[in-house]
């Protein structure tokens, strides 16, 4: 298990990486990455990435909301807190603008299972949160209940949610939701994505699931 430090470096870093890889801009966005069975790391609200530092991460319990840090944690900070709450299994979240799930966000379209990589690493399906008002508590509900069985949902409105066992899984479901938005988009031209069997879209995201169990919880 990382120590407390390990887990700040981590998530500094991923936030540089958030946006290397253009999954934000500015200072949209936030992750954070579980510490222990009550503490998690949070990066801060309303600051750039590029300027993070490890003294910028916050330490919150996400069972009593009490935080420490040199500044304020991002206002997203309920949602990462009831994942982690009702998510044993994830260690890591990252909230996102990426470009093309916050297009099929905006029309709030589910993605059905029309891509194997999809179907493995987020479930059988992008579900959309229904649209809701900002750090509130009906977002923080919409949003869990349109991640259930999966590792990313579609905000309505808004931009897309992505969980990992650890960060770099995380990761790779924001690459994947991407790549997923996309084909969905440009597959309407053709006359409409073709979705994979749901039955097999649940076989191989279980497999996926179990095959990869022994994932290490950070890194």
């Known amino acids: 298990m990382s120590t407390?430090?390990?887990v700040k470096s981590i998530v500094c870093e991923a936030g540089k990486r958030l946006l290397r890889e253009n999954l934000v801009s500015g200072t949209w966005g936030n992750l954070s990455m579980r510490v222990d069975s009550s503490n998690m790391i949070i990066t801060p609200s309303g600051m750039p990435y590029e300027e993070l530092t490890l003294n910028d991460m916050v330490?919150?319990?996400y069972l009593t909301m009490d935080w420490i840090g040199l500044r304020k944690p991002s206002s997203e900070l309920k949602l990462h807190a009831?994942?982690?709450?009702?998510?044993?299994?994830?260690?890591?979240v990252i909230h996102t603008h990426q470009i093309n799930a916050s297009t099929v966000a905006a029309a709030q379209r589910e993605v059905p299972p029309i891509l194997d990589d999809m179907v493995q690493i987020i479930g059988p399906s992008v579900?959309?949160?229904?649209?809701?008002?900002?750090?509130?508590?009906k977002i923080v509900k919409n949003t869990i209940k349109a991640l259930y069985g999966r590792n990313a949902a579609l905000m309505a409105n808004h931009g897309a949610v992505c969980i990992g066992r650890n960060m770099d899984e995380a990761f790779l479901v924001c690459q994947v939701l991407e790549k997923a938005c996309k084909a969905f988009i440009e597959a309407e031209f053709l006359g409409g994505a073709k979705s994979i069997n749901k039955f097999e879209a649940w076989i191989m995201h279980e497999y996926y699931l179990r095959k990869y169990s022994k994932i290490q919880k950070q890194g």
């Open 82 to 92: 009831e994942i982690y709450r009702k998510r044993k299994e994830i260690n890591a």
């Open 4 to 6: 407390e430090s390990e």
């Open 127 to 137: 579900k959309v949160a229904e649209y809701a008002l900002p750090n509130t508590k």
């Open 59 to 61: 330490a919150v319990n």
